[in-house]
């Protein structure tokens, strides 16, 4: 009997295993580690583009600087101490770069015209000598050539009438007839004093009459040094009189160069400078047996009188030791 419902008792079913599932789990997996590396790799490739023109707009930009092979450093047997009313001042070997005598040379003032150095280089970029110029805009402030509005100027005779009386009216025509005119003109001034590596030096306008152009005395230095080995510039600002024509020959102008020091023996240069607010700045390229010294004064009560103190002081302290082994 008891055999009897023991044979005939039910028994419990077991399911049946799904014999594929291992399979399907496996492929699972797989399919999530393949989409974690395609997408690991799209990241990198994105990574890799974003680096690219990261790099591209970091990149070290080459030196303005023409490679120095010096035969000679300059060394001052003295400290100089010259009693001048400038503010701020710098004295540089040209060809080094020392700096021989410095007064709060970091410090930033408004440069006046001496803006008008970076406007030259900038227009030399562009323009050809015999590139014809219109003005369109008159009644400037300040010191002007006297250009008329609708009258046409060779572009070399606009440089001349900029740089040696410092016409306003002459950097201000340039501006305008540079393509998107006179914005984008003081924008590429901007750029053009980033890749000089002027990290204290703005341009508001062309021609230094704004106030919000700003640099220091070493920048300044250093933008003439540069500005210096352009021949044309070199040429132009060394130049103590000329006379031009507008194209037509009717409109005659006699420009004379601001810069009273180009009457003593060895100046050759570079630009004045001046407005209430930047009161008299001079930049001074100064040459003597083989050496050209750069001199900058900012925000002087006499500015000519202060550069030839700092030389008269240098010309008796200064010598040159050799830097070869």
């Known amino acids: 009997m008891k055999d ?42 994105l990574a890799n583009v974003y680096l690219k023109v990261w790099i591209g707009g970091n990149s070290i930009l080459p030196s303005p600087v023409k490679e120095i092979s010096l035969a000679a450093y300059p060394e001052l047997s003295a400290k100089l101490d010259p009693y001048i009313t400038a503010q701020a001042a710098v004295a540089m070997d040209d060809e080094s770069k020392a700096v021989l005598y410095a007064k709060n040379e970091n410090l930033r003032f408004s440069m006046a015209s001496t803006t008008k150095i970076m406007t030259a280089l900038v227009a030399l970029d562009y323009f050809k000598p015999d590139d014809i110029l219109t003005v369109y805009t008159g009644d400037i402030d300040l010191a002007v050539v006297g250009f008329s509005v609708g009258e ?34 003081v924008e590429k001034m901007n750029e053009k004093a980033k890749s000089f590596n002027l990290k204290n030096t703005h341009f508001a306008d062309s021609s ?17 040094s540069l500005a210096l080995q352009n021949k044309t510039v070199a040429k132009i600002v060394a130049t103590k009189r000329k006379t031009i024509t507008d194209v037509s020959g009717a409109n005659v102008y006699d420009l004379p160069n601001l810069d009273i020091l180009l009457d003593k023996e060895g100046i050759t240069g570079v630009k004045t400078g001046y407005t209430q607010e930047a009161g008299g700045v001079l930049i001074t390229s100064s040459e003597a047996n083989g050496k050209r ?10 500015r000519f009188s202060d550069i030839e103190k700092i030389l008269s002081q240098i010309a008796g302290s200064v010598t040159f030791v050799s830097t070869h082994p």
């Open 4 to 45: 009897s419902q023991k044979k005939h008792q039910p028994r419990t079913k077991i399911p049946a295993s799904n014999s594929f599932q291992p399979a399907v789990l496996k492929w699972d997996s797989i399919l999530v580690v393949f989409s974690i590396l395609i997408s690991a790799l799209v990241l990198l490739s």
């Open 152 to 185: 046409k100027v060779y572009f070399m005779d606009v440089l001349y009438g900029m740089l040696l009386p410092s016409g306003n009216d002459a950097a201000i025509m340039i501006a305008q007839n540079y393509p998107g005119g006179e914005e984008a003109f």
């Open 208 to 224: 230094g009459f704004s106030d919000d152009n700003y640099s220091t005395p070493l920048e300044m230095a250093r933008l003439a």
């Open 293 to 302: 010294l750069i001199l900058v004064v900012m925000k002087s009560k006499d």
